[in-house]
């Protein structure tokens, strides 16, 4: 199966009007409506899951935090950082929700992998790591059998507005950035390269 694809990218875009961009879309969509990816960046944000603990946030300083309706804990998006948003009907792609993250995982670690960085998933940890740093997140939203929030991947971002939080609930996790691994360190770089492996996992073609 290979279902056609609408790629976005948008640059450095704010994340609440993303957010009610993607909501907007996935409540007006119908079952002829064409998915989406897009690819983009957030100026400094940090966003609570809809079940969050928001004692995971330590200490935000002036960077605003922003409760959303995705899974997960607490993160942070902000410039230098890749972020994809998978905007994809999951009854046409034939997808659960556990198999779309095991693809968004593997999409990335198949692409970190040419650049020499061996990553891995966790079973109960959603998210891709190297030695034990995380280096990607994950957090989606499923309504109407249609998802959308989606990814994020350091690249050569800010880590230390990771070090005022528990990243994704968890106490003193360590996180990385391909910049300090040998990989890129521009989100133009990831995203060329990312984006053939989320086709190929998703079993998706670019529709231009």
Same mark, same amino acid.
């Given at each position: 199966m290979n279902i056609p694809v609408i790629v976005r990218q948008t640059g450095l875009a704010d994340y609440a009007a993303t957010l009610a961009d993607?909501?907007?879309?996935?409540?007006?969509?119908?079952?002829e409506t064409p998915d989406e990816i897009w690819i983009l960046e957030h100026p400094p944000v940090y966003t609570l899951g809809i079940n969050a603990d928001e004692s995971h946030v330590i200490d935000a300083g002036n960077i605003?935090?922003?409760?959303?309706?995705?899974g997960g804990q607490v993160t942070w998006h902000g410039p230098g950082q890749l972020v994809v948003y998978a905007l994809i009907d999951l009854g046409r %792609?034939? @997808? !659960?929700?556990?198999?779309?993250?095991?693809r968004l995982e593997a999409a990335i670690i198949e692409t970190l992998a040419g650049y020499g960085i061996v %990553?891995?998933?966790?079973?109960? %940890?959603?998210g891709v790591y190297v030695d034990g740093a995380k280096i990607a997140s994950v957090g989606?939203?499923?309504?109407?059998?249609?998802?959308?929030? !989606?990814i994020s991947v350091n690249v050569n971002n800010n880590l230390e507005p990771f070090t005022?939080?528990?990243?994704? !609930?968890?106490?003193? @996790? %360590?996180?990385t950035r391909t910049a300090d691994l040998g990989g890129p360190d521009k989100s133009e770089t990831l995203a060329r390269? @990312? @984006?053939?492996a989320l086709l190929k996992n998703l079993g998706m073609s670019h529709e231009s």
């Open positions: 993607m909501q907007k879309f996935n409540e007006e969509r119908t079952p605003p935090v922003v409760k959303v309706d995705r %792609a034939r @997808l !659960g929700v556990r198999d779309l993250v095991c %990553a891995e998933g966790r079973e109960n %940890a959603p989606l939203r499923v309504r109407r059998n249609c998802c959308y929030h !989606g005022r939080i528990n990243p994704c !609930g968890y106490e003193g @996790l %360590a996180v390269d @990312l @984006l053939p």
